[in-house]
């Protein structure tokens, strides 16, 4: 059971209604592919946020661009809104009904385009997830760096400017989305970008759509930037006395302009959870979880730096994996955090927060976090990419209890005015959806707010796509 | 003597007269800081394009973002034009007042504003340029890396999202701009993005803004990230038989992900130029100029890969410039590329192409452009930041001869419409301005014009940013 939509966006649940004329269309155009069935749209009127809310009135499995193309023709045409679903995997609202309207299910657009090794692009179809992609890449040498955790649609991650553990090498979906082909809120196909590394022909397209959650469109093709698989790579953990000297030593590291491919912090909740989950007996303090990649050289030089970095900070127990199998069950286990600190509070739901700030900030901001949530007992856990300034508190609350989620999203918007308060961001990587409008207002300040809002105007004039999200209209 | 505005475009020269009272509502509020000179006005209407257009009707010296707004705001009641401009080194008429208007000088805006060396950030006025930068923060041992070759004002190198020699490691201003100060059309001031290294907080306004070429909005503070300066760093020359050689040398350097920092090409005509101009004895053939970046062991290790890949296309007389003087003499020689490749023709005018492709098509298009351009009898020479795929061709055209320019500019034709069929981009890092519209709607299609002119209409109703770039309207 997830809790209600919060009272001040209670006014977002106007339903515009689908005309029984829109539904017979759709019917009779997709036949089977068009569902109804309370179960399916039930399925497609949640995500991995904590919020509940009508789901949506039908789902469309489509197939292809032109299909994409026909619905939101048909919904420009009765004013009604559409949501676009990748895997479900949000986990702020991106993909809840509340107004209303027909999902557009992209899971079936799972077909790579084309790949093109030799100068290291690819493009897929929206629905393609990130493991498929890698999967299927392998045999070229090649690989996709963005790595949310979750196995996400490369459409949604795209959608939410994705990043997650690689990015503080790699970038994030801002960085690695050369191109798109975009249904517009007309039902118009065009594309955007062109397959070069670097562009200056023209607005931003591209990354106007990347981060937009569908509010400006459909994206339906996305062409990728990808990476030579490192000739060497080598991960290891390392346990420190305390939250603040793990940080110190990131930032340390980003400060030397050590190119670490991954820099990851648990705290030592975290650690005891996923040694419960993935049956691991790492030591239940704060940790870092990084790798290397490059020549085997430069790699080894990058550990041993890192390495007495470490040591200054009190790290200790360097632990390395070096075989794949090893290393797989690290991150394997990395990513199975979520699951696993979720598993320490039977029944509860995860609120996580995703601030982002600059890095010498991080220390006090990670700190702060975790200190207030002990001292107001609320059971948690801290995962972050802190090689970003990126981190997440997750606060697991009893859904049948309203107190604490109340009290969960008190301590959140106290650490979210503290990372605005240090220049930093509301969402590093998970997006505003429903959940972090209030906050978008409080970052980004009226004046930009405003030319948001003029921007989805202007291209959304019946405002049908993904209604609701981001800002209030 | 420049080249009067072509034909299609004469229809842009449509004045829009600035009113009386507007210019004596400037010259009471800015006194001696609003000029309506006629050397100023001249020295404000042009840029390093080949292409004459009238002056704009006044400049004004603003030292503030409240003087931005305060010019803005007149223009917006009286619908009159404004430009804002940096140091004039535009190659594609960016500056050009087509249709009259004010001049927004940004030169006084150079004020650093805050450094804050311990999270790689830095915001400056609009009117810094990239040289000031590196001086004025060199004491933290940071750099700022992105190098146009013109000592390019920072507001300048946003507008244009302007790249260089370092983009291959670095990127370009569009990763390297992490927040902006923005003074809209209707002389709002609003702040995008934050100092935090990513966010997916709402529409991406700060890479809207970047690359749109003074159409959306003046910029007045931008925000940068910076990089600490390398341990090591090592430049090589390496000559080739011929340009294909140098070229595929350059594409497995990339496919093999060697993190190079720079790659340029120089031609035989453009090192025959840099070596009269710089007095400098280099190997009159084609050249790779590169620089690795990194720890000591690491720029060994980089240099000895590059140098076996090199010899087995060819390369030969590996030179290293190993100290500071050595790798500045040569950098500077590299950036009097088009200082010294115009002395080759006297009285000529410069006419230069900036497609970028995918790297596997990149041997094929510089090959292609150099023999169109030696078959054409065209003086011109090449040089191109090809680790990225981004290649100039200039030719030296006599502007006192328009089949001259005609053929330059049937050339360049040929060579956009080859670099949009293997799906790279007619503009790399120049910007479209006037001289490559046509490109542009080629590249993108009528579906993306029609977004941009969309966008451009809701945030300058009244068309008054910099009018005549990029589209007509």
Chains 1, 2 share one sequence.
Not at 98 to 115: E, H, K, Y
């Amino acid at each position: 059971m997830n809790a209600p939509l919060p009272a001040h966006l209670l006014p977002l649940l106007a339903p515009r209604p689908m005309p029984a004329e829109m539904l017979a269309t759709l019917q009779a155009h997709f036949g089977a592919r068009c569902s109804t069935a309370m179960a399916v749209r039930e399925q497609h009127g949640r995500d991995e946020s904590p919020i509940d809310a009508p789901p949506p009135e039908a789902v469309v499995y489509c197939e292809s661009t032109e299909d994409v193309a026909a619905v939101v023709r048909l919904a420009d045409q009765y004013a009604v809104p559409v949501i676009p679903f990748g895997t479900g995997s949000s986990l702020e609202g991106h993909l809840l009904a509340v107004q209303g309207g027909v999902s557009i299910d992209l899971s079936r657009m799972s077909r790579i385009i084309a790949v093109q090794p030799e100068d290291l692009t690819v493009t897929v179809q929206a629905g393609v997830t990130r493991m498929q992609l890698n999967n299927e890449i392998r045999h070229t040498g090649l690989f996709f760096p963005i790595d949310p955790g979750a196995d996400a649609s490369l459409g949604g991650m795209s959608a939410t400017r994705a990043s997650g553990t690689n990015a503080v090498r790699y970038g994030t979906m801002r960085e690695n989305v050369l191109g798109l082909t975009v249904v517009t809120a007309s039902g118009e196909v065009i594309r955007t970008g062109t397959r070069a590394r670097k562009s200056s022909a023209g607005y931003d397209l591209t990354r106007l759509m990347v981060g937009s959650e569908g509010t400006l469109g459909v994206m339906t093709e996305v062409t990728l930037r990808l990476y030579p698989l490192p000739e060497a790579i080598s991960a290891a953990t390392c346990t420190f006395p305390s939250i603040d000297a793990a940080v110190r030593t990131t930032i340390q590291i980003i400060q030397m302009g050590i190119p670490i491919a991954r820099c990851e912090l648990l705290d030592a909740h975290a650690v005891r959870a996923v040694n419960r989950h993935d049956k691991l007996t790492l030591t239940e303090a704060p940790m870092l979880l990084m790798e290397f990649h490059g020549s085997a050289a430069s790699v080894k030089e990058q550990a041993a730096t890192v390495q007495d970095i470490a040591s200054e900070y009190g790290g200790s127990g360097f632990q390395w994996a070096t075989t794949p199998e090893e290393r797989t069950r690290l991150w394997t286990a990395r990513h199975h955090a979520y699951f696993a600190g979720a598993q320490m509070k039977p029944g509860c739901r995860t609120v996580t927060t995703d601030t982002c700030v600059p890095i010498s900030q991080l220390a006090e901001c990670v700190t702060a976090a975790s200190e207030a949530a002990t001292a107001a007992s609320m059971a948690h856990y801290i995962v972050g990419h802190v090689g970003d300034g990126n981190f997440h508190i997750a606060y697991l609350v009893d859904p049948t209890i309203p107190a604490e989620r109340e009290l969960a999203e008190r301590l959140n918007q106290e650490l979210v005015q503290r990372a605005i308060d240090v220049q930093g961001t509301c969402s590093g990587e998970h997006g505003i959806g429903l959940h972090k409008m209030g906050f978008l207002v409080n970052e980004a300040g009226t004046g930009a707010i405003d030319m948001m809002r003029t921007l989805k105007r202007a291209l959304d004039p019946k405002n049908i796509m993904n209604p609701g999200k981001i800002f209030v209209l």
